[in-house]
C-alpha cells in the first residue's frame, strides 16, 4: 500500500485531494536512507500554480540528477487543508516521501511575486521550523530562496538562511557539498553560513548589519566579518545551450494551469523596457540553438504525452531562429495531434499566418501591449511599439478573419498625465473604426469586441523606474475613472471594453517590493492574524495589513510614494544584478526626457552584463 | 476498429476524479504511442469513451473504455506498451476487439460486483465487523427498504431486488481466486470482506455504499464511509448466458 501523509478522511474532506498525494507520472523515487541531501522545493501557492513554473521543473531535475541528493516538492496547503493541518497538528509534507519536510536538510522556496510572502510564513509554521532564521540551530532545516523577488529579499530577509541570487544552474553544487561538510562534521552553524556567503550569488542575510537615517532612509549595509563580500553578485548560465533542461517534466493528475510541455527557447530579452524587472534581471539575453529545441520539443512530448506544447520566453518574436522553429514544430506536429501555443508573439504577417494556422480565429482574440496610451509616454517607457505598428497588425488581423482585440495598459507610470490615460480609449476606439473601414459589411464574421485592461504600475528595483515613485491608490482611481469616461464617450463604444485592476493588493506589491528589513514585523503580524493566499483576491483581506502597519508604527507610503532620490542608499544595493547603477540612472533621466533607447541588438547599450561574457552582448562579434 | 479497454483504478489513483482519469488516460495512451483515432479540427481529441466509472474515493479493477483505433497491433503488445508508461495504479488488464456494430460499453452495463473490506481505521473498532453479520442475515429479510430523498420527495424503495448476489469472500493478493466464506486467519496478503454483486447501468443502478448504509441501519449504526474501502471488481453485462463481463462482447487480438 502507498504512503501518504494524510488520511483518507482528511483528504476526502478538501478540494482536490490529488494536490496532496504526489505519485505523478515522471516523479522520481529514491530511498531515502540511501542518500546525503533532502532537499525540500517549494513554490508558495497552490499545487495548479506552483506545477505550472517552469523553473522548478528545471531545479528538481537539475538537483536529482545529483546521486547524494534527493529533491522533493512542496506546496501550499489550501486554506482548507491548512485549517485541519493547525487542527490536528499536522506537519507540512512533501509529495515524494510524505515525509515531514522539517525531516529535509534545505527547504528552498521559489519566490515569483511579492504577494506570496504570507505564504512563505505559513510553509515554514505548518513545516514547525523555527520562523525566524536567528532561532533555528545545527539539525535544523535551511530556508533557502531563490527566484526574482530575492534581487530585494529585505522584507522577507529575517526569515530566510540564505538566498540565492541568479540562476540556479550554477553554485547549487558548490552549496550543496559544502553542506554536506558541514552536516558531517563539528562545523558551526555560524562557519556554515560564513562559508556559504562566500559562494558566487549566495546572500547571507543575517551576516549584514543596517543601520537607517533620522527619516526611514538607509545609512549603510555592511558585512559582519571582513571575509563575507561587501556586495553579492548574482550568477548565471552562459552557455545556454549546456545547461541541463527535465526531459521528463512531472505530469499533475489535476489540470495545472500550465497544462502542456513548455520549452524554454531564450532567457532574458533585448528590449529594455524601463519599467520591467524581468527585462533587466536576466540580461544578458541568451538563446537556445535551434536543433537542441527540436530534439527537446520530440522528447519531452514523448515522455509526458501531453497533447500541447508552448514556447516560453520574455519576448519570442526576438528569437532568431524562431521561423525554422515553429514551421517545424506545425509539421512535426500535425500528424500527431498537437496543439502549439504561441505567446508573446509580435503581431506581423508571419506570426498572424503561424496563428491562423494554429488555432480558430473566430475563438482567440488578437493581444497587443502597448502598455501606455500615448506615444509620448510610450518614448518613457522605452516600449518600442508604436501606434503605426499595432494599426498594421490589426488591419492584418482583421482581414484575416480575427474580430477580437486584447490590450494591455498600465496607468500610474512616471510623468503620465490624463491626456496620456485618455490615449487607451483613443486607440482602442481608432482599431475599431480601422475594423470597420477595411472590412465591407458582408466580410465582418463575428462581432468585433476590443477590450482593454489597466494594471496599477508598480516600480520594481533593478529597474530605470525603481527611484519613482507609485501613484497614490485615490489618484489611481480617479485616472480609472477617467479612462473609463473617455471610453463611454467614443463612437464606438459598444464594441469597446475597459477593466482596471484592483488597487489594494498592487500598493501592497508596491510596499514589499522596494521594502527593507523593518517589513518582516509587519508581514510576521498580518500572518499571524490570519493572512494567507494574498494574491488571490478572495482570501486577501486589506485590513489585517492595515492593522499590522499600523501597530508597528509604520506607513505604508513611505515606500511607494516618495520619489526616491537617486544618492539614496537602496535596501538592495549590496545586491548586484551586473546591471550596473550607471546605467540605470542615465535611463531614469532618458526616460524623463521622453528619450527611447535602442535594443541590444541595434545597439549596445553598455549597461555592464557584458562582464559575465556571453549572450547577445558577444553576438555581433562572433 | 473499435477497441474495449479494461483497466485498473487502485492506490492512490482514488482521489483522482473520473475527468482527470480520463485525461490521465489520454497521455498515457500518447506515450505508448498507441495509433488510437482523433477527431478533425483545430483541438482534436481522442475517439475514446468512458463507461461507468467508480466514484471519488473507491477503487476498482473492472472498469472501462471503447476507443477507435487507426491501426493495432496485438493485445498483448498494446497491453505492455501502456503498462510500461503507466502508474502501477492504473494498468489495462484487457483489450478486446469489438465486432461491427457492437453496443459501447456504457449503454450495456447491467451490473458490478465489489469488495468491501474493513479501512485501518474501521478495523480498530470491532462494532464495525456488524456489517458482515447483517450481510449474512440478508436472505431471512422480506426486502431492504432505503429513504430516497430527491428536493421534492422523500420514497422508500426496497433495493433487495437488485442485490443479485452477496457472501462473504476471502480472496488472494491479486483477486484472481477466493474462497467462501471467511477464513479468519490473519493472513495481510489476503483480502478479506464482503462481496456483492448489484445492479449497475442506465436503468437500475445501486451503488454499493447505499447497501453498506441499509446493512448497517438494521443493526441500529450509522454508516462512516472511512470504515470501509469499496473496490469495484469487474463491471457486466447481459448476454443469452447470463452476466458476463464486458470485455466478452469481443475477442482479443
Ligand atoms: S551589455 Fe549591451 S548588449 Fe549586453 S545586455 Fe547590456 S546593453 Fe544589451
Known sequence: MEKLALSDRILMSVEKPARYIGNEVNMIKKDISKVDIRFAMCFPDVYEIGMSYLGIQILYDMFNRREDTYCERVYSPWPDLDKKMREENIPLFTLETQEPVKTC?????????????????????????????????????????????????????DFFDMFYIGEGEISYDALLDLYKEYKYSDMTREDFLIKASQIDGIYVPSLYDVQYNEDG??????????????TVKKVIVNDFNKTTYPMKPVVPYIRATQDRVVLEIMRGCIRGCRFCQAGMIYRPTRQKNVKLLKEYARTMLDNTGYEEISLSSLSSSDYTELQELIEFLMDEMRNNHVNISLPSLRIDAFSLDVMSKVQDVHKVSLTFAPEAGSQRLRNVINKGLTEEDIMNGAREAFKGGWSKVKLYFMLGLPTETDEDAEGIAELAERISEEYYDVLPKEERQGALMITASASYFVPKPFTPFQWAPMMMPEDYLKRAYHVKDTFNKQKNKKRLKFTYHDHEISILEGVFARGDRRLSKVIYDAYKAGAIFDAWTEFFDRDKYIEAFRKNNMDMYFYTAREREVSEVLPWDHIDSGVSKKFLIKEWERAREEKTTPNCRMQCQGCGVASFGGGVCFEAKN | ?????????????????????????????????????????????????????????MTSLGEYCDADFESVTDTEDMMRRFNCVSTPDLVITDIVLLPDGAKNSMSVVAASDYLIELSEEGKKCPENFKLFEEALKLSEYENLMILKKTKKSETYTDIKPLIYEMEHRVYNHDYTEYTVPFSNKENTECHEGLYMMLAAGSVNNLKPDLVIEALLSKAGMAYDRFNYKIMRLETYMEDEKGLVPLSSAGQRI
Do not use: W
Not at chain 1, 133 to 151: E, L, N
Not at chain 2, 44 to 51: E, G, R
Open chain 1, 105 to 157: 536538510d534545505f527547504l528552498g522556496i521559489t519566490i515569483q511575486y511579492e504577494m506570496c510572502y504570507t505564504n512563505i510564513l505559513q510553509v515554514i509554521d505548518l513545516s514547525q521550523i523555527p520562523m525566524y532564521a536567528k532561532d533555528r540551530k545545527k539539525g535544523d532545516t535551511i530556508v533557502i530562496g531563490g527566484g526574482p523577488c530575492v534581487y530585494n529579499p529585505e522584507p522577507i530577509a
Open chain 1, 217 to 230: 532612509t538607509i545609512k549603510s549595509v555592511k558585512p559582519l566579518y571582513e571575509s563575507v563580500p561587501k
Open chain 2, 1 to 57: 476498429m473499435k477497441l474495449r479497454i479494461k483497466y485498473t483504478k487502485t492506490g492512490v489513483l482514488r482521489f483522482i476524479s473520473h475527468l482527470d482519469v480520463m485525461r490521465y488516460f489520454q497521455k498515457a495512451v500518447r506515450r505508448a504511442k498507441l495509433d488510437i483515432s482523433y477527431s478533425k479540427g483545430f483541438s482534436p481529441h481522442q475517439l475514446i469513451s468512458f463507461a461507468a466509472p467508480m466514484p471519488l474515493g
